[in-house]
């Protein structure tokens, strides 16, 4: 969709910035990357400024003629923490103590099956990339880094350790490091943490630091690839290997003398290397019904990839990513897919001009973010279908899994949510819609959105309804039996003629006795779509016969 006039997408605007400041480089190639620690939960909102932010850069850039390289880098040598949120997934958590200051990749799996805890967490994650991007990120791990490339800048970093300690002291205050300070951290060849050793000597011919550990006192030689450097100059170690253009960081890491500054004078003047382009952005909160909180992996607060993608398309996400400038804060819910999906079709009427909001610069943010939630080529020429994810909803628990193939869009039609001929595109939607609506409606839809249709009303149910409601109940199959159009508008114009003139208080009545015959509970979803996505003769043989 072309831009309107001067506006500009924040994300267009950032790659016309950043192509400015990358051709000044004069590459063949460009690399960005992004870094996670596997912590823990590996969240969606990891997805926003590690992997989709830039990944829609490279490929704006890439359309204007540049070649860009894309990285996802897992710090697994990171010092697992042994908080009580990280101890409480294993079986015993006393016990997981044990495992405190050890590496993230050397961790053991809490459910015994996987290789580590690095595997275990990054299950959620990484293997569902290829749906939220174009399957063009290269993942690397700082572990097999450091038996590579990594580690000729290990010694490079041991043979300038006092001009590092000049510049890192400058950061830490009143907590200098002394001369002779070596920045290499190994792993204790006794008890295997990572967090509690101190390097006393370094023999770079025969590439080995001896050490003392302050946990269990043991002092020997470790292996300059079994360990990590200290955190901010392994941050320069990663643009240094990669040789990294571009890459967004949290805002944790944007304040003035902050880490991103120190790692960027380490770059400039120790390594000789220009830092990379940057991009802060703001922390993901996860919206439960108490509350928010900001997604933490080492807190397990939040929800994966694959969690989002049991119930919602990626695009979805990818939208609400995109729709929201990287500083200001973006909140997510599991409960509230439906209206996410509400704001998606919105952004496409809009993308298709079949709708405004009036104002122009949001007309240009919803229909761009729109576009580019498509991870593989552009939106189709023609708009899709938009059968609401709450009708959905409705149709995947009243319509036996069997069926929804061949009978689930003959009701959408006949409903008035899907046209006479749909596209592959329309099918294709709806196919992959309904087994995660359904599994919202199981997990995370209110109570009265989860149904089940009675196959006949028990006979309990049958002796709670009064005379007079059973005529009224009885009254509204006659109506209803004279519609030619079963559609949801049809059904919902019917049933608003017929309760005319009632009490308030009477249509409450009414109500709390007509899902209790169709659902067997007192409350269930809007009348109206609930019995367009019905079988019409059903809804006919229920009312009529009580």
């Known amino acids: 969709m072309e831009s309107r006039g001067e506006l500009k997408h924040w994300i267009d605007a950032l790659a016309d910035w950043l192509e400015e400041r990358l051709r000044r480089r004069s590459k063949s190639v460009y690399v960005f990357n992004g870094g996670l620690s596997v912590s823990g939960l590996q969240h969606v909102g990891r997805l926003r400024g590690e992997v989709v932010i830039p990944e829609v850069v490279r490929r704006i850039l890439e359309a204007r003629g540049l070649r860009v390289k894309q990285y996802l880098t897992l710090y697994t040598q990171d010092a697992w923490k042994g908080k009580e949120s990280q101890r409480r997934v294993f079986p015993d958590p006393e016990d997981a103590k044990r495992y405190t200051g050890w590496p993230l990749i050397n961790v053991p799996d809490p459910r015994g099956e996987l290789p580590s805890w690095v595997d275990r967490f990054w299950a959620d994650f990484g293997p569902y990339l290829g749906e939220f991007t174009d399957g063009s990120i290269e993942v690397v791990k700082t572990t097999d880094m450091y038996r590579g490339k990594l580690l000729e800048f290990v010694r490079l970093s041991i043979e300038r350790r006092e001009e590092i300690r000049e510049v890192v002291n400058k950061y830490r205050g009143r907590r200098p490091y002394p001369p002779g300070w070596i920045p290499f951290e190994p792993r204790c060849q006794q008890c295997g943490r990572i967090d509690s050793t101190e390097a006393l000597e370094a023999n770079l011919e025969k590439g080995m630091v001896r050490y003392r550990c302050r946990s269990c006192g043991h002092e020997g030689w470790a292996p300059l690839w079994d360990g990590k450097l200290n955190w901010r100059i392994e941050w320069v170690g990663v643009w240094w290997a990669l040789g990294v253009d571009f890459e967004p960081y949290g805002k944790d890491h944007a304040t003035p003398g902050g880490s991103r500054d120190s790692a960027n004078e380490l770059a400039l003047k120790v390594y000789g290397i220009e830092p990379p382009e940057g991009l802060p952005y703001e922390w993901v909160a996860v919206k439960t019904r108490d509350g928010e909180a900001d997604m933490s992996s080492s807190d397990f607060i939040g929800f994966t990839p694959r969690e989002w993608l049991e119930v919602a398309h990626p695009e979805v996400l990818r939208f609400l990513i995109l729709r929201t400038p990287p500083m200001r804060k973006l909140s997510l819910g599991l409960h509230d897919v439906p209206l996410y999906y509400d704001q998606y079709y919105r952004a496409e009427r809009i993308y298709y001009r079949a709708e405004s909001t009036g104002r122009r610069e949001e007309d240009l943010l919803l229909a761009r973010s729109y576009e580019l939630s498509y991870t593989r080529g552009a939106p189709p020429e023609k708009m899709p279908a938009q059968p609401p994810y709450s009708h959905v909803a409705i149709l ?151």
């Open 396 to 546: 995947a628990q009243v319509l036996p899994e069997d069926r929804w193939r061949e009978e689930a869009p003959r009701r959408l039609q006949r409903s008035g949510h899907l046209p006479e001929k749909p596209s592959k595109h329309d099918l294709e939607r709806l196919l992959s819609l309904l087994p995660r609506a359904k599994r919202w409606a199981e997990q995370y839809a209110p109570e009265h959105m989860r149904i089940r249709i009675l196959e006949e009303p028990p006979g309990e149910i049958l002796e709670r309804i009064p005379p007079g409601m059973r005529e009224k109940l009885r009254g509204l199959g006659e109506r209803l039996s004279r519609l030619v159009d079963w559609s949801e508008e049809s059904i919902k114009q019917t049933m608003v003629e017929y309760t005319r003139g009632w009490s308030s208080k009477e249509r409450r009545e009414f109500y709390r006795y007509f899902y209790l015959v169709f659902v067997g509970r007192e409350s269930g979803p809007r009348a109206a779509p609930l019995l367009s996505l019905l079988d019409r003769e059903f809804v006919l043989s229920r009312l009529l016969g009580l």
